[in-house]
């Protein structure tokens, strides 16, 4: 990942350049879905939901692999030192939040095979023929698949906590620096995912649940953020500056509209219907959650970028 330091733009001037570029927010909001889907299927295999054939847990965990590669490809592309990333792997810095980032999304992967290997797609089936047996072993015990569940809902809260804390540690940029933004990123990765699976679901009863899931996942998100801004509003100069970029600053608009307003409060209130039996569920509600989502990471990503001490002690 880019340092800081090095500037390909000059924040100070424009806002809306950085430092990061389009990467890291597609690879902090691919993460934070696949971490909302982990622990989504993990809780439905702990139900037994695994025994009904039109369950998001026989397909969802595909697509998270695949989305999680995608993510990986898009954090490889922002990298300075593209030859040297395998260096990552052959320490572990305690103190470094990529060094645990790069071991979790290594483990995260045989938990999502694992997953996989409940119900195989015939194409793995008829390419590796070991997978057949590996599929009959998992479904020969209950206790595989609770472990199984267990595993993909612990590595799913750590993926969507990492994503967090990988800014939340870089004290030199305020609107980072705040005690609640891996839960903001956590609640809203597990938002992002509730609607993905809400849109995608086959099953009616797991439709209607992942519905009612999100709503409260989209309060949730809704109250973290008055949270972080009052907290960054109640302490030092700096955080409330970084906090007023998103309070009548440049990027007020995008933040309030575009997150809060289009991507919570609106499917908020079309999904309150849904699950009511007003109206027809559609993925109208699921697709602005999903797009909110996304927004979300540009606007922290970048905003963040835009504060800085240097700002505050000069102002």
Sequence with gaps: MQELTTTRHNPFIDPFTSVWGWEIPVYLFLGGLVAGLMIITGYFILK??????????????????IFLTIGMFTLFLDL??????????????????????????LLVY?????????DPPQILINTFNVVSKWSRVINSKESFMNNIGFLNII????????????????????????????????????STAAAFGHMVAKDVDEREFLAKSDNIFLISEFVVIILMLVGLMSSSQAHIQSAQLLLGGPFTAPFWVFVVGMGIIVPLFIQLLAVNHKIKHTPVAPLLVITGGLVLRFVIVYAGQFSHYINAHFQ
């Design 155 to 190: 590595f799913g809260i750590l993926l969507g906590v990492y994503t967090g804390v990988l800014l939340s540690t870089m004290g030199a940029r305020p609107l980072w620096n705040s005690s609640v933004l891996w839960l903001l990123f956590l609640v809203s990765g597990l």
């Design 48 to 65: 037994g939901k695994h025994k009904n054939p039109d369950s998001i847990v026989h397909y969802v965990p595909f697509l998270s692999i």
């Design 80 to 105: 300075n030192h593209k030859l040297f990333v395998w260096r990552l792997y052959t320490t572990f810095q305690i103190t470094s939040p990529m060094s645990w980032g790069s071991w979790i999304l």
């Design 110 to 118: 045989p938990a999502l095979i694992a997953n996989i290997l409940i």
